[in-house]
């Protein structure tokens, strides 16, 4: 398949985009390096040596012969190319990771909100343009979060995107509807994952596009069997208050002898998947298309849940790290639950990495090998969720901590 990677020099994007090159499928990598520009704007860096995309790309056809395309485009801002670029490739199929992707940084100020929004819906928005003019028939994949939700407990799991309902109509009779399981976005990061849901509700309707939306869990661990092959192959790995995910950031501070930091109680349940299992679903997903007309398919893309305390003491059992509880800056309940069907992809074949596997050593020796590349004081959240935490956490800390 000729295969488009949007965001394809990311966390996720790079990874997939080396694993669907190596089942033979004819892969371009689109990205305008957005991310790597927000490193060096924040002053931060990958725990990993990442090299250039360039590098990266020339070592992979070095090592297996095969040709991995670039188009550095921003398909927020750049559309008459982005539609060039569809026109003339006509995709079998494109995988669309290119979005600005922590929810701390989409809270960080009003510059970033803009940025967010703008990044996000307008580039979903010119995709799908670009593929309705240009390639109806491509199947797009999207990567979106399972963040959407919320996370307040409902008492059943959350089911792949839609919810039946229950309605009495206007002459007292039943009736019932299929609708979108209804989304509750706590970041302005999360909530253009729920706006994307009603661009691609909408395309799929009127234009009858072929969409999977892959609701993730929190991505954890740095390498494939593919980005292991090489050093220049090694993907990134954030740390920091902004763009570590919760488990990669507790795995370099018990590298480096620092507590866990675990906001708040701890209480809050979170879903999780490693990096391995995320290339292995994107692959799935790209096989297993929607017919044109059909809704769109919604997949969760988890392994398991687990809450934040118990995710430290996980670390903490196997390195001997202590637990540090500081304040939330997030403006979230303290505690819940969380349940998630995930009964797509088992189906499909997923055998699900979990996090008491052996892989959970290998990042901790991971991070330990880069640990001389850790900067200790981008470690902390710096955005705080509204005004109040703000307050409460940065102008206010004793007060906050007591
Ligand atoms: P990332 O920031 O590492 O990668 C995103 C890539 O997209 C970057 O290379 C960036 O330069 C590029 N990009 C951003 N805006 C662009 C634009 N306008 N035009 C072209 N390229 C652009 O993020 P990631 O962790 O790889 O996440 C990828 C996707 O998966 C995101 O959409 C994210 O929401 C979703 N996701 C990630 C996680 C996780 O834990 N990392 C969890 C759930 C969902």
Redesign the pocket.
Known sequence: MRIFV????????WPTALHLSKSGHDVTI???????EIDAKLGLQSLTPITELQERIAAWRELTGRIIHFEH?????EAPRLDTLVANGKPDAVVH?????AAPYSMRGPDEKRYTVD?NIS?THNLLVALTQHSPDTHLVH???MGVYGYSGNGFSIPEGYLDVAVTDDHGQPQSREILFPTKPGSVYHMT?SLDQLLFQFYAQNDALKITDLH????WGTQTKETKLDPRLIN?FDYDGE?G?VLNRFLVEAAIGHPLTVHGTGGQTRAFIHIRDTVRCIELAVGSPPQRGEKVKILNQVAETLTIIDLARLVSDRTGAEIAHVPNPRAEAAENELVVSNETFLALGLDPTLLDSALLEGTIALSKRHSDRVDLSMIPARSAWNRERQKQIFENPQAAAA
């Open positions: 949007f965001g394809g020099d990311g966390f996720c994007g689109v990205d305008n390096l957005s991310r790597r485009l921003d398909i927020a801002r990771f290119a979005e600005q992707r990044n580039g990567l979106g979060t994952k993730q869990g929190i991505v990134r763009y995910t």
